[in-house]
């Protein structure tokens, strides 16, 4: 069964300061994984995923198959960057499910 | 640009009555699931649904759940009789067909079951 793990529940760090926020995933099959974000009283939208390799709002996501992680970073946090986000494996193909953590609640301070 | 829209935003109900929540996926989308979350806990799978038929679910999922797309635009999920701890926030999502495409959520309808 596949299981995914967010060890932060809050994390706080000063605007301009670097920010992870961590992810660890347990699958055995190949693992597709996605970052939710939910902006406060907004819907939940997907920041990024792993097979784009891209950057959003300055966040990057590498995975990393030997220690089943898939990190979120972001190199100077701003503001604006205050969420709760979710990482979340997918698993079924064009039909799939998603498995999500728990989610962390990042706060950015001026 | 479209959005994934649900109905109502609220309910609130009395244990043991039947409710039925309300959801307008993104019109040329093919993949229709349900998730939920009860408070301070995971958002988690209920079910997927493609081609008028169930093509998941989850052990959440028993028959008091049941899922429908009446007509060209609604997907439901019914609680034919609800528990307590059926209280949560319930998302609905659709995606496209193209594999691990991304799915859109909607607001989320708050279940509140007295």
């Known amino acids: 069964a596949q299981r995914v793990t967010q060890p932060e529940k809050l994390l706080s760090v000063f605007k301009g300061a670097p920010v992870e926020l961590k992810c660890n995933y347990s699958y055995s099959g190949s693992p597709e994984l996605f970052w939710y974000v939910q902006y406060s009283r907004q819907r939940l939208q997907l920041l990024l995923r792993?097979?784009s390799r891209e950057s959003i709002k300055g966040f990057t996501a590498d995975l990393n198959k030997g220690e089943t992680s898939f990190h979120l970073k972001k190199p100077f946090a701003q503001e604006e960057d205050s969420a709760m986000y979710y990482c979340?494996?997918?698993?079924?193909?064009?039909?799939?499910?998603?498995?999500f953590g728990k989610g962390t609640l990042l706060t950015v301070n001026p | 640009e479209p959005e994934v829209t649900q109905t109502p935003s609220h309910q609130v109900t009395q244990m043991g009555q039947e409710v039925i929540l309300r959801c307008v996926p993104i019109s040329n989308h093919l993949y229709f699931y349900w998730y939920r979350q009860i408070l301070g806990q995971k958002v988690e799978f209920l079910v997927s649904?493609?081609?008028?038929?169930?093509?998941?679910k989850s052990e959440i999922f028993d028959d008091q759940f049941s899922v429908e797309r009446p007509d060209g635009s609604n997907f439901t999920l019914k609680i034919r009789s609800t528990k307590l701890e059926d209280s949560a926030m319930y998302f609905c999502?659709?995606?496209?067909?193209?594999?691990?495409?991304?799915?859109?959520f909607g607001p989320g309808t708050r279940l509140t079951v007295l």
């Open positions: 979340a494996l997918a698993s079924g193909g064009s039909n799939y499910k998603l498995t």
């Open positions: 792993h097979i």
């Open positions: 999502a659709s995606s496209g067909s193209l594999s691990y495409n991304e799915q859109f």
């Open positions: 649904f493609y081609n008028n038929e169930i093509s998941e």
